[in-house]
C-alpha cells in the first residue's frame, strides 16, 4: 500500500503532547519501549561455533536468512569481528572467566540493512566432566528499544524545558529534528511545516537535513487532497503515508523535486491545536521506499503532539506581543493627540495654530506637510514643514488652484473628504523636486464645509496606512476646532475691542488750563466689554465736564449702562445748572431702563473744571459711591478729596454732596476706579490705597502722562504676573501755567 490514512476511530491526537487520552498514551508507549527477549546460543569449540541457539537469537542477528546452526559464529555473523565481540568469546575460551557486558552496543547487519541494537548480555564458559573448557555459553537480554526510550525521554524533556523557557520556536523545532534524526534507528530526515493563519498554506518551519534548494521550493505549498503527503495531511486532518513517492499519485507534482533531493519515502503527520485547527505538520522523510512499523507511527505521534505545543506556546507568545504592541501604540497615540491639543490651543491666533498642525505631523506623520485655508474665494498656503528649509521653500511656494479639477487640494476642499494615494498630487507642483511618491490630503471642516486642508506627502517607499489617515483625521479634526476657536476669539476680541472704544475717548482732547492723561486696562483676555469708563467733553465758554465710572458686571450689560451714564451726561449736561443735578438725571436714567437693558448699580466722579483767570483750574465735582479723588500737590504729599455720596441706580433720591476745589498750576485730580488698589499679588495680597498714595508721594514728575506711568508700573510690578480680576481705569486733570 502507497499511502494510508490513521484508521477510522484512531485520529491522531488534536491537543498538546500533556493532553492526549489514556488510551493514546499507553499505546505509543508500548510501541516505542517494546518489550525485551531473552536470547541464547550454545557455542563449541575455538571456532565458536554455533550448536544450539533459540529463536530470539536469531531474530536479533538477522532472522531467517542466518538461522543455522554448525557455522561458527564468526562465519554467520561476520560484522562482530570488527566489534571486539569475537576477541571477547576467545578471552573466555582461553581462560574459564566468565564476561558480563551492559548495555553493549553492537551494529547488526551490512550496508543498508544495519541495525544498531543495545544488550546485556553474560559470556560463560561450558566445561566437561573433567572441568574442561569446551565452548562458551552466551545468553543475553536486548536492551535497544529501552535504550532509545531513555534517549526519547531525555530528549523530550530538553524540548519541553525549551518551551517552557519560551526559547525561540525556529530553535525548538530545529532541535526537535535533529533529535529524532539522530534517534531513529534508520536515516530519517524530519520536517516541520507550519500553518498559515487561514490554514490554507503550509510554511517552512525546521528541516535540518533537507536540501535548501527543497526547502524552498515547498515553502507556502497549498493544503488540499492530493498535494504531496503535506498538503494531503493538512487537508485531512490526518497522518497520511507514502511510502514510494515513485509511484504514488499525490507526488504527481513534486515527483521530479523529490528526485532531485533523494527522497523516496514521506509519512506527514498533522500538528492540531487543542481546538483542532491546523498548526502544521510533522514529515518524516527516507532515501529508500519504506511503509512505517508502529514505533514509527508512535514516535510521529509524540513530536507532533510536542510540536503543536510549541507552536501554540509561541502563537500565544505573539498574540500577547502584538497586544502590548498594539496597547502601547493606543498609548502612544494617545500621548500624541494630547500633546498635540495642548500645543494647538496654547494660542489663539488662527495662523500660528494651523503653523504649528505642520509642526506636529512633519516627521511623525510624513516628511512633508503643507497647510492651506481658504480666504475670499483663493487658497492661501499658511504652514508648511519639511526637513531643510530648501524644500520647506519649495512647498511653500506652491499654492493649489481653488476651483482645479486636476488638484487634489481642490477636490478635498470642495468634497470635504480625504483622499490618499501612492502617486504624486495631480496638477502642478514640485513633486519630482520634492521626490513625492505619495500623499493624504484631509479636510478642515467647519461644521461640514471645508475650510482648509492638511496635505501630507511621502518620499521614497513609504506609504499611508490605515492607522496613520486615521490619526491624521483625529489630528485635523482637533486642528479645525483649535482654528475655529482661535478665529472666533479674534473676532470676538476684535469686536470687543470696537465696542470699548465706542465708549471711551477716541482721543485725549485739548482743554484750556489743563492737560489730560488716560488710562484704561480691561481683565483677562479682553473677550468682554469692560465695566469702567471714562469721559471728557466740553460745556459752553470754556468750561468741560469729565466723568469716570464703574459699572456693576460686565459684557454687552455693562457696555448698555456705560452708553447710558455717558450719553445722559452729555445731553443733559449744557442744560442743567451744574455736576449735582447731571448726576441726579444720570440715576433717573439708569432707575428707568428696562430690566432687559440691565438693573446693576454704577459709581461714579462726575465734575466741571473751568481755567481760572490767574492760572489754574476751578474744579466742582460730585461723588457717587466712588473711590476717592486724589489731588496731587506737587512736593506735598497727596490729598484725599472727601466728598460724600451715594451710589446710582438703587434708590431715587441718593444723597449728594458738591464739593469745590482749586488746582493750582503743576498740581494735578487723580481719579481711578478700585480695580488699580484692588489689584492681588500671587500670594492674594491686595495692592492697596497705602501704596498708592506712597508712589504718588515719591513722583516728582507732576506731568499727568508721567503719574499714570508711575501708578501702573507700581500696580504690575506689585502684581508680577498674576492676572487681573477687575478692570482699570485712571483718569488725570493737571493745572497748566497761564501763558502770557
Not at 497522518?239 to 509511484?247: K, R, W, Y
Not at 501604540?329 to 495654530?353: K, Y
Not at 506712597?694 to 501702573?712: C, M, V, Y
Request: aromatic fraction near 6%.
Amino acid at each position: 500500500m502507497s499511502h494510508v490514512s490513521e484508521q477510522e476511530g484512531e485520529p491522531a491526537s488534536p491537543g498538546g503532547f500533556d493532553e492526549p487520552g489514556t488510551g493514546d498514551i499507553e499505546r505509543d508507549l508500548r510501541a516505542l519501549f517494546g518489550q525485551s527477549t531473552a536470547v541464547f546460543a550454545s557455542l563449541a569449540g575455538p571456532a565458536h561455533m554455533v550448536e544450539a541457539a533459540n529463536a530470539a537469537f536469531f531474530t536479533a542477528i538477522g532472522g531467517d536468512a542466518r538461522a543455522r546452526t554448525g557455522v561458527p559464529l564468526g562465519q554467520l555473523v561476520p560484522e562482530l569481528g570488527d566489534q571486539g565481540f569475537l576477541d571477547l568469546l576467545d578471552r573466555v575460551y582461553r581462560t574459564g572467566e566468565r564476561h558480563v557486558g551492559r548495555n553493549a552496543r553492537v551494529v547488526l547487519g551490512i550496508g543498508t540493512h544495519a541495525r544498531e541494537a543495545f544488550f546485556d548480555f553474560t559470556y560463560e564458559p561450558r566445561l566437561d566432566v573433567g572441568g574442561n573448557v569446551i565452548g562458551v555459553r552466551v545468553i543475553g537480554v536486548e536492551t535497544t528499544q529501552l535504550m532509545q526510550a531513555q534517549r526519547l525521554t531525555s530528549e523530550h524533556r530538553a524540548l519541553l524545558e525549551q518551551i517552557a523557557r519560551q526559547a525561540p520556536l525556529e530553535q525548538v523545532l530545529e532541535g526537535m529534528a535533529r533529535a529524532i534524526e539522530e534517534l531513529a534507528p534508520e536515516e530519517v530526515l524530519v520536517s516541520v511545516l507550519l500553518a498559515d493563519a487561514d490554514g490554507r498554506h503550509l510554511r517552512h518551519g525546521a528541516a535540518p537535513s533537507l536540501p535548501d534548494f527543497y526547502n524552498q521550493a515547498i515553502d507556502g505549498i497549498a493544503t488540499g487532497e492530493g498535494i504531496g503527503s503535506c498538503g494531503t495531511a493538512a487537508h485531512r486532518r490526518a497522518s497520511v503515508i507514502v511510502s514510494d513517492i515513485a509511484t504514488d499519485p499525490f507526488w504527481d507534482d513534486f515527483r521530479g523535486l523529490a528526485d532531485r533531493a533523494r527522497l523516496a519515502a514521506c509519512w506527514s503527520t498533522p500538528i492540531l491545536a487543542r481546538d483542532g485547527s491546523l498548526l502544521g505538520t510533522f514529515a518524516m522523510y527516507h532515501r529508500t521506499p519504506r511503509a512505517p512499523q508502529e514505533a514509527d507511527l508512535a514516535l510521529a505521534r509524540v513530536f507532533a503532539d510536542t510540536a503543536a505545543l510549541a507552536i501554540e506556546r509561541h502563537h500565544a507568545e505573539e498574540a500577547r506581543r502584538a497586544a502590548e504592541a498594539k496597547e502601547k501604540a493606543a498609548r502612544d497615540d494617545l500621548a500624541f493627540l494630547l500633546e498635540a491639543s495642548t500645543r494647538l490651543t496654547a494660542g489663539l491666533d488662527q495662523a500660528q495654530t494651523l503653523q504649528r498642525l505642520a509642526r506636529l505631523c512633519a516627521p511623525k506623520l510624513a516628511p512633508l506637510c503643507a497647510v492651506d485655508v481658504v480666504e475670499a474665494g483663493r487658497v492661501r498656503r499658511i504652514a508648511t514643514a519639511a526637513p531643510t528649509p530648501e524644500e520647506d521653500v519649495l512647498l511653500a511656494a506652491h499654492i493649489p488652484v481653488y476651483d482645479a479639477e486636476d488638484d487634489a487640494v481642490a477636490r478635498v476642499l470642495a468634497s470635504g473628504l480625504s483622499e490618499v494615494a501612492r502617486r504624486t498630487p495631480t496638477g502642478p507642483g514640485p513633486w519630482h523636486d520634492l521626490k513625492v511618491t505619495g500623499y493624504l490630503c484631509v479636510p478642515l471642516l467647519d461644521r461640514g464645509r471645508a475650510f482648509g486642508a492638511l496635505t501630507l506627502l511621502t518620499t521614497g517607499e513609504s506609504a499611508f496606512g490605515g492607522h496613520t489617515v486615521a490619526l491624521a483625521e483625529e489630528l485635523a479634526r482637533r486642528a479645525a476646532s483649535a482654528a475655529l476657536n482661535a478665529r472666533q476669539y479674534t473676532q470676538r476680541v476684535t469686536l470687543a475691542r470696537d465696542l470699548q472704544a465706542g465708549l471711551l475717548l477716541p482721543e485725549v482732547p485739548e482743554l484750556p488750563g489743563a492737560q489730560v492723561a488716560t488710562y484704561y486696562h480691561p481683565a483677562g483676555e479682553g473677550l468682554d466689554i469692560g465695566g469702567d469708563f471714562y469721559d471728557v467733553f466740553p460745556l459752553s465758554g470754556q468750561t468741560w465736564a469729565f466723568m469716570l465710572g464703574d459699572v456693576c458686571g460686565r459684557g454687552a450689560t455693562a457696555a448698555t449702562t456705560t452708553a447710558l451714564v455717558r450719553h445722559t451726561a452729555r445731553a443733559v449736561a449744557p442744560l442743567l445748572p451744574g455736576p449735582e443735578a447731571v448726576v441726579q438725571a444720570v440715576n433717573k436714567a439708569l432707575l428707568d431702563r428696562p430690566g432687559s437693558h440691565g438693573t446693576g448699580f454704577v459709581t461714579l466722579v462726575y465734575g466741571h473744571l473751568t481755567p481760572a483767570a490767574d492760572g489754574g483750574l476751578g474744579i466742582t465735582l460730585v461723588r457717587a459711591g466712588h473711590t476717592l479723588p486724589l489731588h496731587i500737590r506737587g512736593s506735598r504729599a497727596p490729598h484725599l478729596v472727601q466728598c460724600e455720596g451715594w451710589l446710582l441706580g438703587i434708590t431715587p433720591h441718593p444723597h449728594l454732596e458738591t464739593h469745590r476745589l482749586r488746582l493750582q498750576p503743576t498740581e494735578s485730580l487723580l481719579l481711578y476706579t478700585d480695580g488699580l488698589t484692588e489689584a492681588r499679588n500671587r500670594h492674594g495680597e491686595q495692592f492697596g490705597e497705602d501704596r498708592l498714595m506712597h508712589t504718588l508721594a515719591t513722583q516728582r514728575d507732576t506731568g499727568p502722562e508721567a503719574i499714570i506711568n508711575a501708578l501702573t508700573r507700581a500696580v504690575h510690578a506689585f502684581t508680577d504676573t498674576t492676572g487681573m480680576d477687575d478692570d482699570q481705569a485712571a483718569l488725570v486733570l493737571t493745572a497748566i501755567p497761564t501763558t502770557r
